[in-house]
């Protein structure tokens, strides 16, 4: 074993932002299970999280409700891609927190005044993940999809929940330029496409757009 990430894993009962160090995570919701009278009232239940639900802090509840609306029982079957964030503090030190950068169900970017303190407010942004389903239909122009068109491009920084789906992505583009797939994997120090962090698999394809060939 040779992933350093396994040995700094906390023992919790929930997801934590020390969880996510060197990484993101897309996780697919199977339930939202809701207490009140406690700290963190909201317990975000999904694939795989092996009895670590995501407890959602207030900020990122509104994000949800501000995309997904009030009514959780919904919300199972959609999905969310958490990142940690080093500066969100907590007791006036910088502890990190879990933060959300891209949901499922929403069209575009969206972008909300959050509160960090009483008496300040800052904007924070969310964008579309597009399922696999989507993404056949909105492939670029060229790409062996006839579906795609101009008017249907897939949003910036969006990421897809099927991660196999970067692959195949980035190998069409990759066809109009003298790039190979394996060069970028290999500059980015992972073996395989769906390895990639989003940002550097958005990178990656704008850079293969801007050096394709002229048809």
Request: charged share 25%.
């Amino acid at each position: 074993m040779d992933d350093m990430r396994q040995t700094i894993i906390p023992k919790s009962d929930q997801l934590n932002a020390d969880d996510l160090i060197g990484r993101e995570m897309t996780i697919k919701i199977t339930g939202v299970e809701i207490k009140g009278g406690q700290e963190q009232p909201v317990s975000i239940h999904f694939e795989g999280d092996n009895g670590k639900p995501y407890k959602a802090c207030k900020s990122m509840c509104r994000v949800m409700v501000s995309a997904w609306g009030p009514d959780s029982s919904k919300y199972a079957g959609r999905s969310l891609t958490l990142y940690r964030d080093p500066k969100v503090k907590w007791g006036g030190m910088e502890v990190g927190g879990i933060r959300i950068s891209h949901m499922s169900d929403i069209a575009d970017d969206m972008t909300m005044a959050l509160t960090v303190t009483r008496a300040n407010k800052k904007q924070f942004t969310v964008r579309p993940i597009i399922s696999r389903h989507t993404a056949h239909d909105q492939r670029p122009a060229g790409s062996g999809n006839t579906a795609a068109t101009s008017s249907s491009p897939v949003p910036a920084g969006a990421v897809f929940v099927d991660k196999i789906e970067w692959a195949y992505t980035l190998q069409e583009l990759a066809k109009k330029t003298t790039i190979t797939v394996a060069a970028i994997l290999k500059k980015a120090n992972v073996e395989k496409a769906e390895d990639l962090t989003p940002e550097d698999y958005a990178a990656a394809c704008e850079m293969l757009k801007r050096k394709a060939k002229p048809a």
